[in-house]
């Protein structure tokens, strides 16, 4: 189909190096973070999050996940705080998921996988012009990862999940405005933080990851319904579900993990 990359058989995590060699590169991400051989660092404060109602637009699929993305013309919606120097922009946020409630986050605990990772995406409009810009510097980019749990129904994921029939298919967008991702944190922000790269192509070592501990939780009803999307557009023949979205933990690389919280 023409496509360079995708999570199948063929164009999997696995080969993305023959296209992107910096797959093989010293700052990767996900990782497998060991909670006991992570840093306390008593100088990381609190990441504050000052996500403005209105600035949500349209809600996406990119043939890799479901993307919510944002008007970021402005700081209306910025997060600060934590490892970072200075407020970084809200452009998006997305999913990555599995096809059984085991497997599907990115980052991993202790080797402990979670069902869900959800990804809010910001860049550093102080230093860079353009969010393309920012995302090839090497600290253009703050990651904020949710993992996500089954359990109980999230009331605010309906939000999404009852707007997915209009992105079933790779290509297709539609309006999603005033929705605040800030429903969908988790009380506590305590975070490991570590300097990292986007987990998919171009796979830019420009992401300063904070991963958030505690995760919210979602009912397996919802999963299966990120599980209805098509990784594959509206005018190919072969119809292909998206799940296993994902790209395993890669090598630390001598790379240290911070925490915040005690
Ligand atoms: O997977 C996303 C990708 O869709 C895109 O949003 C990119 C930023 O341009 O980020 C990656 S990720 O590293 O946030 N998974
Ligand atoms: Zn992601």
Not at 103 to 113: M, P, Q
Not at 187 to 200: D, E, K, M, R
Not at 232 to 255: A, S
């Amino acid at each position: 189909t023409g496509n360079l990359w995708g999570y199948g058989k063929e164009d999997g995590p696995s080969v993305w190096h023959k296209n992107y060699p910096v797959a093989q590169g010293d700052r990767q991400s996900p990782i497998d973070i060991v909670p006991h051989q992570a840093s306390h660092d008593p100088s990381l404060g609190p990441v504050v999050l000052n996500y403005d109602q209105c600035t949500s637009i349209k809600i996406a699929n990119n043939g890799h996940s479901v993307v919510v993305e944002f008007d970021d013309s402005d700081d209306r919606s910025v997060i600060r705080g934590g490892p970072l120097d200075n407020p970084y922009r809200l452009k998006q946020f997305h999913f990555h998921w599995g096809v059984k409630g085991c497997h599907g986050s990115e980052h991993t605990v202790a080797g402990n996988s979670y069902a869900s990772e959800l990804h809010l995406v910001h860049w550093n409009a102080v230093k860079y012009t353009t969010f393309g810009e920012a995302a090839t510097a090497p600290d253009g980019l703050a990651v904020l990862g949710i993992f996500l749990q089954t359990g109980d129904d999230h009331r605010w994921l309906n939000m999404i999940t009852d707007a997915l029939y209009t992105v079933k298919f790779k290509g297709s967008a539609a309006d999603f405005k005033g929705f605040n991702p800030k429903c969908l944190l988790p009380s506590s922000l305590h975070y490991w933080t570590y300097l990292g790269s986007l987990t998919t192509p171009p796979l830019h070592e420009s992401v300063i990851w904070i991963v958030v501990k505690d995760p919210i939780t979602v009912s397996e009803k919802q999963l299966g319904k990120l599980r209805t999307l098509l990784f594959t557009g509206e005018e190919e023949d072969q119809r292909t579900r998206m799940e296993n979205n994902f790209r395993p933990p890669q090598l630390l690389k001598g790379r240290n993990v911070l925490w915040s919280f005690r």
